[in-house]
């Protein structure tokens, strides 16, 4: 009894310490008093804020930080009317909460880590905008006119009769290029805010970004962290999908969903015009040239720019076969055959062993450290608090895992990581000595943070193990090391003098920025104008500072305006294609989105 006391004493002073922040915060953003609400917050504290305040995804820190951004933003903002949704928690001296508010153009969502000294942590989120809201729940469509109208048009012959129209008038507002998981969630959540939109892919269906790869990739992420927007996977799913699964979920997807969507599509150039705001993208749709000009162009290519291919001495004299793991067609032609796998990263990994398994003989070459995660501790160590079957049954959402997960900044993200990865560590030990028995170089990032940091930071250098690594430690899939010096005609040669007899070379040697892209169907002057995209500026391998605070140019405004960038895993896919939706509807329909912060370029690619 004692303790039901204590707990609701406790219960109540949190609720009461996270009202009069909220009561403070609100007050002092109501008289644009930065100096005053900077004062709510500790001395080392952070506030993420994603478009609400900012029309932008943009983190600042400390009380300098929150002072500048409250002076520039609050008065267009008109943040009102915070309010706890649920009861906060109290553990370990910091007071969580979440709650709601509005802005002078919409309603969002917040979420509160409050110290001793203030407000250790802030997220503040966009989720509608005030007379554009989804069309969900008890405001969803009626769909069946009752009655009886002449000439009336079935829905198949309305959807049948949008698409066909969508290259008249210029087109839509929105043209988006990539059709794979990014450009689909984009797609459903502009459908949903009825924003004109097409999105354009080269392949025949959608979903063949997937289907086309080699025949072993599957998703190494879990079932509950790849959810699509408004619909979740089924309840049979399996944990980790195969990739043709995956591909007709996807094309199944996009058809009920109602995204406009062109296949056979390809992107050509693209210029944009300063006077009217608007571009003129050339495509070649189905063999036939289409010309098309929307206000806002969205490169949704992925995570990854360009695959990177180098460019070695003897590539043209080299007999076999040779080609970069994303043209790799899987491993039916080569049993019995020699092959040389230059990378050590998931791409490499999951081809080897498939070569393996079909007869092959393999070898990788590693050219510089790798970090690797079982796939089985990484979910149980690292991911299930958050995505698991057991936080859903505890009623963790995937809405609301998302935003605990965005409510961590970049910046501290890091102290948290550091233990899980130092759980898989303990946990894998005897796996990782027997990796580095066979000479198999580990690394666990820069500073022990392990796999998500690097992914964050630059997108690759990791393996997530799905039983591939064990066929590296007995073995069976050789291991060489070292650059390539060049390609004889029969083999690879490595810079040490090596010879690695091959009749299929396949070069897992990763992407290049994004914004190659850009510079490709632009041109290099507006690429450069944006710079580098993906990563935190750590000043970590690949990854050099200073100190962004997001990922850069990645779902909000560049400095080539009317140009955007989406995509990353199904996670980022999912969560972010909300705040670009946003973004994007409030422009398409005049509402003024006032930019704080907009992404210094420091790096060109």
């Known amino acids: 009894m004692s303790e039901t006391l204590h707990e609701t004493t406790e219960r109540a002073g949190a609720r009461e ?23 709510l917050f500790a001395p080392t504290s952070f506030w993420r804020d994603l478009v609400a305040f900012t029309w932008n995804l943009k983190t600042v820190e400390d009380r300098a930080g929150v002072t500048d951004l ?67 729940g008890p405001r969803r469509p009626r769909g069946a006119e009752h009655g009886v109208r002449p000439g ?110 062109w296949t056979s599509t390809t992107c050509l150039a693209a210029d944009h015009d300063e006077e009217t705001g608007r571009w003129t993208v050339q495509l070649e749709r189905d063999g036939d040239p289409v010309v098309l000009r929307p206000a806002h162009l969205v490169l949704a290519t992925g995570v990854s720019g360009k695959p990177n291919v180098p460019e070695l001495p003897g590539r043209d004299r080299f007999r076999g076969e040779q080609h970069h793991s994303s043209r790799h ?36 070459v590693q050219r510089s450290s790798t970090h690797i995660s079982r796939s089985e501790s990484l979910l149980e160590l690292s991911l299930a608090p958050l995505y698991s079957e057991e936080a ?34 303990e946990r894998d030990a005897a796996f990782y000595a027997r990796m580095e028995a066979a000479g198999f170089r580990l690394d666990f990032g820069d500073d022990d ?61 990763g992407y290049g920025s994004m914004n190659g892209w850009a510079a490709d169907l632009i041109g290099q002057e507006v690429a450069d104008r944006v710079g580098k995209v993906w990563g935190l500026g750590s000043d970590t391998t690949k990854d050099p500072g200073p100190w962004e605070g997001e990922e850069r140019n990645m779902w909000k405004p560049t400095r080539q305006p009317g140009l955007w960038f989406h995509g990353g895993n199904l996670h980022q896919s999912r969560h972010y294609s909300l705040h670009l939706a946003l973004q994007l509807k409030a422009r398409v329909e005049g509402i003024p989105t006032p930019v704080y912060g907009l992404q210094e370029v420091h790096h060109l690619a």
């Open 329 to 364: 067609p899987g491993p039916d032609a080569y049993r019995g055959r020699k092959a040389v796998v230059i990378g050590s990263n998931n791409s490499a990994f999951d081809i080897c062993a498939a070569l393996w398994e079909a007869g092959a003989e393999v070898t990788m």
């Open 152 to 261: 009336r048009l079935s829905w198949r012959e309305r959807r049948d009769a949008e698409l066909a129209a969508m290259a008249e008038g210029g087109g839509p507002e929105v043209l988006v290029v990539g059709g794979g998981q990014g450009g689909i969630a984009l797609g459903a959540r502009l459908r949903q805010l009825g924003v004109p939109h097409l999105v354009v892919d080269s392949h025949a269906r959608p979903g063949d970004q997937w289907r086309n790869r080699y025949k072993s990739l599957c998703l190494h992420d879990p079932v509950w962290y790849d959810h699509l927007p408004y619909l979740e996977f089924p309840p049979t799913w399996p944990v980790f999908a195969p990739k043709d699964k995956i591909a007709d979920w996807l094309e199944m997807y996009t058809a009920i969903m109602e995204i406009n969507y």
């Open 17 to 39: 310490r996270a009202e009069t922040w909220l009561t403070g915060f609100g007050a002092a953003l109501a008289e644009c008093d930065g100096e005053r609400a900077a004062g």
């Open 70 to 136: 409250v002076r520039a933003t609050a008065a267009n903002t008109g943040a009102r009317g915070f309010h706890l949704t649920e009861e906060p928690t109290e553990s370990d001296g910091v007071v969580e909460a979440w709650f709601a508010f509005e802005t002078a153009v919409g309603r969002g969502t917040g979420h509160l880590r409050l110290v001793e000294e203030g407000a250790w942590t802030l997220l503040t989120t966009l989720d509608e905008l005030t007379g554009h809201e989804e069309p969900t």
């Open 392 to 425: 859903a049954a505890a009623g963790t959402t995937t809405r609301r895992a998302d935003l605990i997960f965005a409510s961590m900044p970049y910046r501290i993200m890091d102290r948290f990581q550091r233990p899980a990865c130092e759980a898989i560590r």
């Open 449 to 509: 943070s392990g796999l998500f940091m690097k992914y964050l930071r630059r997108g690759s250098g990791y393996y997530i193990d799905v039983g591939a690594a064990e066929l590296v430690a007995d073995g069976s899939i050789r291991l060489a090391h070292g650059q390539v010096a060049e390609l004889t005609e029969d083999a690879v040669l490595l810079a040490d003098g090596t010879e690695l007899p091959a009749d299929l070379v396949v070069y897992a040697t």
